[in-house]
């Protein structure tokens, strides 16, 4: 027993050798699983099986040699405790029947119901009118989209942080973690739109570029991966819109530059001039005339009627944004499109991520009030200084949350 040990234990293809002075329980049962590291290795292994392994941590494993097993504890990125994993030590397996099962780990770190939970009775809803002043939050959306009453908002439009777009707008360093975060965005969204209303997102696919001239450059697909969680999180797909830039736009992102010089076959790749913009509806079995039919205010309906030249296809042809104090600004044009054809005047119009607070602007200007959160101070301080001119006298009406209102200019006193 006081003599040197060399156990050589395998776990897939990596070999460790372990010199000590003693037996340790594990290793004097012939078991396969006999130190932490290999435990977190195995749970490591299984987390990237299911896609959980950027969005999850693995605890302190235990051994419990009465049942020749180890429990490893799963938290989230806030220390809570989510689930456990449990290994057969003699195998290395992990026990599906004793480990917390994935779909319910998702749950927990989405914070949503847990399944079994009794659902709330529904009951039939007159059209309601939301009570919500035009509203200016600093801080994260998740925790601000928490404090609004439920279906308050008429209209949902934004433009998320484009993934590692810019350095200095993204504060995501793995894609699970964005899409995580989006998910659960998009899941307390549903809860503050009304029934059978719009959510209007505008995003583009994202090129990560190669760290060496030894890799490849990779683009994400973001628009399409988003249009996944919507669909679970309960919408209905209604519109794919391509919104066109001029075609010297996208020569900044320097894809096709290479095939331009060289022209040789297989390094094509198309300069990306275009964004989406998905339009989706909270799943409802209202029909869209509903809306129509049943509006409290018969005349605000005839009020909001889309003059001519509207858009009639799904290609619409506006120029960029260049406002330089935002890294990723989109045109007041494509925001007054959105909020015209998707609601009334009088409505609610969310901007979960307001950057610089165009939504806040296009809907002042539509007769719509807004509900505008961001989290980056300077972008607040931008609003600020630009809400007087959307509202003129009616901007001291502003509620703000989260930051101190702009002092009142000379012209209102």
Same mark, same amino acid.
């Given at each position: ?27 004097? &049962? ?19 099986? /299911? $896609? ?45 029947? %004793? ?9 927990? +770190? ?10 709330? =009775? ?8 939301? %009570?919500?002043?035009?509203?200016? $939050?600093?801080? @994260?959306?998740?925790?601000? /989209?928490?404090?609004? =009453?439920?279906?308050?908002? @008429? ?7 484009? *993934? ?45 570029? &190669? ?33 066109? %830039? ?18 040789? =076959?297989?390094?094509?790749?198309? #300069? =990306? ?8 509806? %909270?799943?409802? @079995? ?5 809306? !129509? ?8 309906? +005839?009020?909001?009627? !889309?003059?001519? $030249?509207?858009?009639?296809?799904? #290609? ?22 959105? /909020? ?12 979960? *991520?307001?950057?610089?607070?165009? #939504? $806040? ?11 505008? *959160? ?40």
């Amino acid at each position: 027993m006081g003599q040197s040990v060399r156990v050589r234990v395998r776990l897939g293809i990596r070999e460790r050798r372990i010199s000590r002075n003693t037996r340790l329980v594990a290793e004097s &049962r012939r078991y396969l699983v006999t130190t932490v590291a290999q435990a977190r290795t195995i749970v490591s292994t299984w987390l990237q099986a /299911i $896609g959980l392994h950027n969005a999850v941590q693995i605890g302190l494993p235990e051994i419990d040699d009465r049942h020749h097993i180890w429990r490893v504890g799963l938290r989230s990125g806030r220390r809570t405790t989510i689930g456990e994993v449990v290994i057969d030590a003699y195998t290395t397996e992990v026990l599906a029947d %004793k480990t917390t099962k994935p779909d319910l780990l998702e749950t927990r +770190l989405l914070q949503k119901p847990e399944p079994g939970a009794a659902p709330l =009775p529904r009951t039939p809803a007159p059209y309601s009118v939301s %009570k919500l002043r035009n509203t200016i $939050g600093q801080g @994260d959306c998740t925790d601000l /989209i928490d404090q609004m =009453p439920t279906g308050s908002v @008429d209209l949902i439009f934004t433009s998320p942080p484009y *993934f590692n777009a810019r350095p200095e707008y993204s504060e995501y360093e793995v894609y699970e973690q964005y899409l995580l975060k989006m998910r659960g965005v998009i899941r307390r969204c549903s809860r503050v739109l009304s029934e059978g209303r719009f959510f209007v997102m505008n995003s583009s696919p994202v090129l990560l570029r &190669r760290s060496s001239r030894n890799e490849a450059s990779r683009r994400l697909a973001v628009p399409f991966d988003l249009h996944r969680v919507f669909i679970e999180e309960g919408f209905d797909f209604i519109d794919d819109i391509v919104w066109v %830039k001029p075609e010297g736009a996208g020569w900044a992102t320097g894809r096709g530059r290479r095939f331009a010089a060289d022209r040789n =076959p297989l390094q094509y790749k198309a #300069v =990306p001039v275009t964004e989406y913009v998905m339009v989706y509806r %909270k799943r409802t @079995d209202r029909l869209i005339d509903w809306h !129509i039919r049943n509006h409290p205010d018969p005349q605000l309906v +005839l009020d909001s009627k !889309i003059p001519d $030249g509207y858009e009639k296809t799904n #290609v619409w042809r506006i120029q960029p944004s260049t406002r330089s104090e935002h890294p990723a600004p989109f045109p007041i044009a494509l925001a007054e499109r959105v /909020i015209k054809y998707y609601s009334f005047k009088g409505d609610v119009v969310l901007d979960p *991520f307001a950057g610089s607070g165009t #939504v $806040g602007a296009a809907a002042s200007r539509l007769a719509r009030r807004f509900v505008l *959160f961001e989290i980056n101070p300077e972008y607040v301080k931008l609003m600020q200084s630009d809400v007087e001119n959307w509202l003129g006298k009616n901007a001291d009406q502003v509620l703000w949350i989260g930051c101190e209102p702009p002092a009142p200019s000379l012209c209102l006193l």
